[in-house]
């Protein structure tokens, strides 16, 4: 049971450059969230997914999407990277709406 | 989402000291008042969670307080240690009601000092 599982675990990109973060769990939660965590900061929610074909908009959307084909994975794509999303990247998932979230490992992103 | 508030946003603790974070919230359908712990390079892991039915948890060194007239909850740290350095984050939701999910505090980071 590997529980959340994100890759890459670091990442240098380009501005204008484009990529996508993956994530998997394999507990069979419906529930998954990506949030990103800026130096010093808080978690800030970027997008959510109820499970398969339902995702919805956190707190700061613009500048990414997501997709949710299947129960396991939910990848986060930016679009034309910006310096204003430098962060390190969670993925987390849940059993039920408002349970316990567990989390990835992360993945630090630099744009340049 | 509710806004659930926490400080203070830094904290530096002698060895053997107590450390107290305080968390505030305004929804008083919250049910469930889970801490996270984030040691650094790491993500964050579940430390300790309470009900509203119970004023206080206590799982070894860490113990949760709530004040449910106040809309309070706090994360007690007894004889810390330099291991307990990391960031916290205090959490409210309720639980299992569809279009929940967790609201968490803006973070403590906590120092504890040889």
């Known amino acids: 049971n590997a529980g959340v599982t994100q890759t890459p675990k670091f990442r240098i990109l380009k501005i204008g450059q484009s990529m996508t973060l993956q994530c998997a769990q394999d507990?069979?939660?419906?529930?998954m969230y990506w949030y990103r965590q800026d130096p010093g900061m808080g978690l800030k929610l970027i997008y959510y997914?109820?499970?398969?074909?339902?995702?919805d908009k956190g707190e700061v959307p613009n500048g990414y999407n997501v997709s949710r084909s299947t129960t396991e994975d939910f990848p986060l794509r930016l679009e034309l990277a910006a310096p204003s999303q430098t962060s390190v990247y969670f993925c987390?998932?849940?059993?039920?709406?408002?349970?316990?979230?567990?989390f990835g490992p992360g993945t630090r992103l630099t744009v340049l | 989402q509710q806004q659930v508030k926490q400080s203070p946003q830094s904290l530096i603790v002698q060895k053997g000291g107590i450390s107290i974070i305080n968390c505030a919230y305004e929804?008083?359908?919250?049910?469930?008042f889970p801490w996270y712990q984030q040691f650094p390079g790491k993500g964050p892991a579940l430390l300790i969670a309470?009900?509203?039915?119970?004023s206080e948890k206590k799982e070894g060194r860490f113990t949760i307080s709530f004040n449910k007239s106040a809309k309070q909850f706090s994360l007690h740290i007894m004889d810390s240690q330099p291991g307990d350095s990391a960031t916290y984050f205090c959490?409210?939701?309720?639980?299992?009601?569809?279009?929940?999910?967790?609201?968490f505090g803006e973070g403590t980071q906590l120092t504890v000092n040889p």
């Open positions: 507990m069979n939660h419906n529930y």
């Open positions: 959490a409210a939701s309720m639980r299992e009601t569809s279009g929940s999910r967790l609201t």
């Open positions: 929804n008083t359908a919250f049910d469930y």
């Open positions: 309470i009900r509203p039915d119970v």
């Open positions: 997914s109820v499970g398969a074909g339902i995702t």
């Open positions: 987390a998932s849940s059993y039920s709406p408002g349970g316990t979230q567990f």
